[in-house]
């Protein structure tokens, strides 16, 4: 059977990992998770930074803005 691990334990993994103070080991072994999946955390984390700081709503965002707008 497979983990599931809430959001909030998935960014303080991932929030460790970019910090670089301990190692993936360390990471790892201290929130009983698999080295590799504390990497894709990390790597999917610093991937959604940049749209946290766009100015530019995506297309489904401005459709059910208007949307709202209409009603």
Not at 35 to 43: N, T
């Amino acid at each position: 059977m497979r983990k599931k691990y809430s959001s909030g334990i998935k960014s303080k993994v991932a929030i460790e990992a970019i910090k670089g103070d301990k190692t993936i080991a360390e990471i790892s072994s201290s929130f009983e998770v698999h080295r590799d999946q504390v990497q894709k955390w990390k790597k999917t984390a610093l991937g959604g930074i940049p749209e946290l700081f766009s100015d530019k709503q995506s297309s489904k965002e401005k459709r059910n803005s208007e949307k709202l707008i209409d009603e």
